[in-house]
Structures are given as C-alpha cells and as structure tokens.
C-alpha cells in the first residue's frame, strides 16, 4: 500500500500570502496524484489531478507540481475561502486508492 | 447538472447489516466507475470500494473486504452498498463518488452518516 504523508499538519497564513503544501509517497508514483480541498460541512471537491492539471472551474492560483514521491499545492494568493483541509491521493497503484491524513490551512 | 444523493445511513448496532444507495442523475450513469469514500468524524478519507462502469470488476479496501458488497442497478442510476458484520471503526460518513475515468473523483455526493454503536 502506497502512504502518503502530508505536511504541514497545520499551516497558518494570512489572506493574500502565498502558501504551498506537500505530499510525499512512501515510493514513487509518477505523477499520478490529486489535490482536494474540503470546507467544513462540505464534501471534498476535485482540485488538480495528475500532479499539474486544473480541474474544471478551478481557479488559476491553484497549482500543482510534482513527480516521483515529492509533491506541491501551491495557492499563489490566499483569498479568504481557501482555508480548509487539503488532501492529496494517489492512483498509481491500487487497490487501494490512498489518500494522504490532510492538510489544514487556517486563518493567521 | 450532476447529482448523487446519499442515503441510508442510520445508529445499527455491532454485527449488524446496512445497505446504502446513491441515486446518481446529470451524466451517463453506465459510462463510469463509480466508488465508496468514507470519513470517520474528525478524520480524514478513506477509500472504500469501487465498482467498473459495467459492475463485472469490484475492489475493496482491505478494511472491509469480506463484509461489504458494492453493486450498480443500470435501470434505476444507483449505487449500493452492502455492509455486514458492521463495527464501531466503521461509524463515518460515507460519500458515494464518480470516478473521472482516470481513478480520480470528480463529483462528490454531500454523505450520508453510519453510526455502529451499541
């Protein structure tokens, strides 16, 4: 089963600052990882898949990079609906799909 | 617009049964993949199972491989499944989810909760 492991636990930040978060894969799964973020109450929604691809409707200061075993969220300029917990998943070898413990990003 | 709506959820006892459903409607329902996602309350997700877009391939985690069963009706756009032998690590909120064709979830239906408590 492939781990992933998600740091910070926490991170706090300030509205307009730039924040990046990682993920890393107990081995390599190229570059076959999403990124999801999740508001209280809310079910998780689809950010970037394949380490660096948008999904549809999200906005452009979410970015993905990565490959191998070492991977990055970056939100270029927080506004304040980003803070939630994000959660990183890889597909590259299944069952089981895996998801990494979360990140939360809170308000500074 | 694509929907999927949870439902099933109730407090069942330890050792006891539950079927849960997800009516799925806004996209072709036969053309994917569809899974179970779960959350305990307070903790993170956790893939459960999936089902292929023609129910002949079945996986699941190894936490409930043996005791839960996933299955799709065509006719009626739904998603199932069937948890026995339930224990109290099962108690989340489980979320049905579409597969984006590439092992991803593309929609999210907002869960619906089990509580195994005696």
């Known amino acids: 089963e492939i781990v992933l492991t998600q740091s910070p636990a926490t991170l706090s930040l300030s509205p307009g600052e730039r924040a990046t978060l990682s993920c890393r894969a107990s081995q390599s799964i190229s570059g076959y990882l999403a990124w999801y973020q999740q508001k209280p109450g809310q079910a998780p929604r689809l950010l970037i898949y394949?380490?660096?691809n948008r999904a549809t409707g999200i906005p452009a200061r979410f970015s993905g990079s990565g490959s191998g075993t070492d991977f990055t969220l970056t939100i270029s300029s927080l506004d304040p609906e980003d803070f939630a917990v994000y959660y990183c998943q890889q597909r590259s070898n299944w069952p089981p799909i895996t998801f990494g413990q979360g990140t939360r990003l809170e308000i500074k | 617009e694509v929907q999927l709506v949870e439902s099933g959820g109730v407090v069942v006892q330890p050792g006891g049964s539950l079927r849960l459903s997800c009516a799925a409607s806004g996209f072709i329902f036969d053309d994917y993949t569809m899974h179970w996602v779960r959350q305990a309350p307070g903790r993170g997700l956790e893939w459960v199972s999936l089902?292929?877009?023609?129910?002949?391939?079945?996986y699941y985690a190894d936490s409930v491989k043996g005791r839960f069963s996933i299955s799709r009706d065509k006719s009626k756009k739904s998603l199932y499944l069937q948890m026995n032998n339930l224990r109290t690590e099962d108690t989340a909120l489980y979320y049905c989810?579409?597969?984006?064709?590439?092992?991803?979830?593309?929609?999210w239906g907002r869960g619906t909760l089990v509580t195994v408590s005696s």
């Open positions: 394949d380490a660096s």
């Open positions: 989810a579409k597969d984006m064709a590439m092992r991803y979830f593309d929609f």
């Open positions: 089902i292929s877009w023609d129910g002949g391939s079945t």
